[in-house]
Structures are given as structure tokens and as C-alpha cells.
């Protein structure tokens, strides 16, 4: 073999190209593209992908144009082929999985100078489920944990924040997995109760700081806190008239729970009425 014939092999070998997302993401039960081409003006006569993580690798799905996507059975109903078998051999994936995070490899056999081939590291990501619960028998005045806020099943792990405006709070947060790697974010929430905090409204806002801004999606649970127990602090009488022109009194107080109300009659007269 000359050593021009030499150089211009090297040359076609070396122009040779796969174009992929080097690192892609996907949401748990979504769907997913993977796109990969082929730069290169050989021809293509198979196109392969591979996936590998976990030490486990193999070999899902072989494409040829005579014989069409021959899919490794665990993947079938799962990918399908949305390439034109020639420089195009991009996949979809269906209803993405846990399983399915680690490197996918996309092969062109070309003729007459071999294989090229591009690899993706694709990054699964689990939106949380996100609860909030207030906590029961909140008694003031006291440093009290009011509610709690947790995001389940996150990947990567979730980040929480309280809004809540004017009143001072503290919160602490805890971590903890799952056996599927996925995780867990509870974000406890304390503050000071007084009968004014009654009604008021808080807001849990869940994130994952650790992905792409064009993924992330956040969280929002509201909530009003009506679990502060204070006893009365007000009691006020309105007299009414009614359409007889009798006279009605209206007795009228807070508190939670809702207070009992007792009617005397005079300072030293027994107990006449009682209405919760």
C-alpha cells in the first residue's frame, strides 16, 4: 500500500464523527430521545446501541436496513428505533426507569473503515412527592413544632424551604434513602405559638438544586395553621332583636378548640343554659 493511499484512509478515519449529548436527562416514567448521527460520507451498514452501569453491559438493539430493530428482550415495548438507518440512529426510550440510568453507546458500522460510535451518560431524575402535615395539640405559649414538610422519593435529593412572612421560625432537615436510591428530605418546622399565629399561612416550597435550571420544577404545598389550641382571649355580648321584637343575646368569643358557653342569670343564679 502506498503512503498516499495511507494518509487518505487515515483522513476518512479520523473525519469520521458521532454526534451525541455527551450527558442527557430524563424524567422517571417519561420519555426519553436519545439522538445520534453519524458525520461521515461512508456507508453505514449497521447501527448498534449498547448500555452499561453497574458493572452489568449488553447489547439491546442491532438495526440494519434488510432486517430492521432486533431488540434484546427486556427491551422490547420499551425502545424503539427513530433513526432513517442511516446516519440518523437515534432511539426513544419508553416510560423511562431507575435501571435505565448509566452510559448508552450508539455504534455505526461503517464500510469500508469500521466501527465509530459516541456515548451518552443519561442522568434519571425523580420529581418527589411532596406532603405537609401540621402537627396535633400545638398548647401556647410555647416553642412548639407546628408542622412538618416531606418530600419522598426524590432523585437527587430535594431541598425545602418555609415561606412565611413576619413571624419568626426555625426549621431542621433531615435526609434519608431509599433500597431503590432514591430520597427522602423532611423539614421540620418550629416557632413560637401564640393564639395570633391561629390561621395563618404557611408554605412549603420543595426544589432539587442539583439539576439543570431547565429541568427543575418546583414544589409548592400551602397550608393554614389550625392546629393552635389558646383558650379564649375575648368574650362580647350583642343584643339583638328579632322579628317579634324579642330580644336575642348573641355571646361571642375565640378560642380553639371551640369553646362551651354558659348562661347565668344574675351574679349568685344557677347555671341556665348551656350551648357548645
Known amino acids: 500500500m502506498s503512503a498516499l493511499l495511507r494518509v487518505s484512509l487515515l483522513l476518512q478515519v479520523v473525519s469520521c464523527q458521532v454526534r ?20 461521515t460520507g461512508e456507508e ?15 447489547t439491546f438493539l442491532t438495526y440494519r436496513n434488510d432486517t430492521g430493530s432486533i431488540l434484546q428482550k ?13 446516519k440518523d440512529g437515534s432511539i426513544e426510550i419508553l416510560n423511562v426507569a431507575l435501571a435505565d440510568e448509566g452510559i448508552f453507546k450508539c455504534v455505526f458500522t461503517t464500510y469500508p ?4 460510535e459516541g456515548e451518552i451518560q443519561l442522568h434519571v431524575l425523580v420529581l418527589p412527592i411532596v406532603t405537609q402535615e401540621l402537627k396535633q395539640d400545638v398548647t401556647t405559649p410555647c416553642y412548639n413544632l407546628v408542622a412538618e414538610c416531606l418530600a419522598s422519593s426524590a432523585k437527587p435529593s430535594a431541598e425545602i424551604l ?28 418550629y416557632m413560637t405559638s401564640s393564639p395570633g399565629l391561629y390561621g395563618l399561612l404557611i408554605q412549603c416550597l420543595v426544589f ?3 439539576i ?29 332583636k328579632n322579628d317579634k321584637e324579642a330580644l336575642q343575646l348573641l355571646c361571642k368569643s375565640d ?15 344557677d347555671l341556665v343554659n348551656s350551648v357548645a
Do not use: H
Request: proline fraction near 6%; include cysteine; charged fraction near 20%.
Open 44 to 58: 453505514i451498514k449497521q447501527i448498534t446501541w449498547e448500555w452499561q452501569g453497574g458493572g452489568a453491559k449488553m
Open 255 to 269: 378560642g380553639n378548640p371551640r369553646p362551651k358557653y354558659n348562661w347565668k342569670r344574675g351574679t349568685n343564679l
Open 212 to 240: 439543570p435550571v431547565e429541568y427543575q420544577k418546583n414544589i409548592t404545598v400551602t397550608k393554614n395553621l389550625t392546629n393552635i389550641q389558646f383558650p379564649p382571649q375575648m368574650v362580647e355580648i350583642e343584643v339583638l
Open 208 to 210: 432539587q438544586p442539583k
Open 74 to 86: 427486556s427491551y422490547e415495548n420499551r425502545v424503539k428505533f427513530k433513526g432513517d438507518g442511516n
Open 20 to 39: 451525541v449529548n455527551t450527558e442527557d436527562y430524563a424524567w422517571y416514567n417519561s420519555s426519553k430521545i436519545l439522538k445520534c448521527q453519524a458525520d
Open 113 to 116: 473503515s469500521g466501527t465509530i
Open 162 to 189: 418555609w415561606i412565611i412572612y413576619g413571624i419568626n421560625y426555625t426549621s431542621e432537615e433531615k435526609t434519608f434513602p431509599n433500597s431503590n436510591g432514591t430520597l427522602n428530605t423532611q423539614s421540620q418546622l
